[in-house]
Nanobody
């Protein structure tokens, strides 16, 4: 079993910055990829970023968001800058066991955090 705990969400003005954190525990030796997804009101959950050997980003956040990991402390971060109102969503941390494959598909992931709300005002 793997447990994921997210934190760092909040309210921020457009153009501001925020850092989300994901703490992993349990059988983390079996994990391959950790990703971030988000779900905005009235929309389907969408891929934001992922990290395994390399990092991957959705086009909508490329150049503004950075995913990173601290392996010694079993932490993954999402640094968000130049935030826009359309970034408003619940953000989820997710992890999967399988190697390679479709890191951008939420159906590929085995474990999910509880989500943290990010609200960007104009």
């Amino acid at each position: 079993q793997v447990q994921l705990v997210e934190s760092g969400g909040g309210l921020v003005q457009a153009g501001g910055s925020l850092r989300l954190s994901c703490a992993a525990s349990g059988r983390i030796f079996s994990l391959d990829t950790v990703g971030w997804f988000r779900q905005a009101p009235g929309k389907e959950r969408e891929f934001v970023a992922a990290v395994r050997g390399s990092t991957y980003y959705a086009d909508s956040v490329k150049g503004r968001f950075t995913i990173s990991r601290d392996n010694a402390n079993n932490m993954v971060y999402l640094q968000m800058s130049s935030l826009k109102p359309e970034d408003t969503a619940i953000y989820y941390c997710a992890a999967k066991f399988s190697s390679g494959g479709s890191y951008y598909r939420d159906s590929q992931y085995d474990y999910w955090g509880q989500g943290t709300q990010v609200t960007v005002s104009s």
